[in-house]
């Protein structure tokens, strides 16, 4: 069975509304992230990934200028973490392993 690597589509609830969005993880030297949300595609920075966990940041400016920190933890397909930006509490992060091309 896989560990975090792979394509997750998750959704979190924030301060600013519910956000739906999918995150790839990829391991490798280094190892890579690719955030996609409806404000666009981001690649993530400092992604450090073990069998079950992927932690990384991620600099936002809209709507607030800060740097988001990921927490993340796959069992099997499901995905759940926190999601903290600047000085507002968490937010938890709920997620699935996304259907690879051609298996749906």
């Not at 790839?24 to 890579?32: C, D, F, Q, V, Y």
């Not at 920190?69 to 997620?95: I, Q």
Request: hydrophobic letters at 35%; aromatic letters at 6%.
């Amino acid at each position: 069975m896989p560990g975090i690597t792979g394509t997750w589509s998750a959704e979190m609830n924030t301060p600013f509304g519910k956000q739906n969005l999918t995150i790839t993880l990829k391991g490798g030297e280094p190892p890579m992230g690719i955030l996609d949300s409806p404000e666009g595609r981001s690649e993530v920075q400092g992604l450090v990934l073990t069998e079950d966990t992927a932690n990384f940041t991620l600099p936002i400016d809209t709507p607030i200028n800060a740097t988001v920190v990921w927490k993340l933890r796959a069992e099997g397909d499901d995905l759940s973490g926190t999601v903290k930006a600047g000085f507002f509490p968490a937010s938890k992060l709920k997620g699935s392993r996304a259907a690879e091309e051609g298996t749906a």
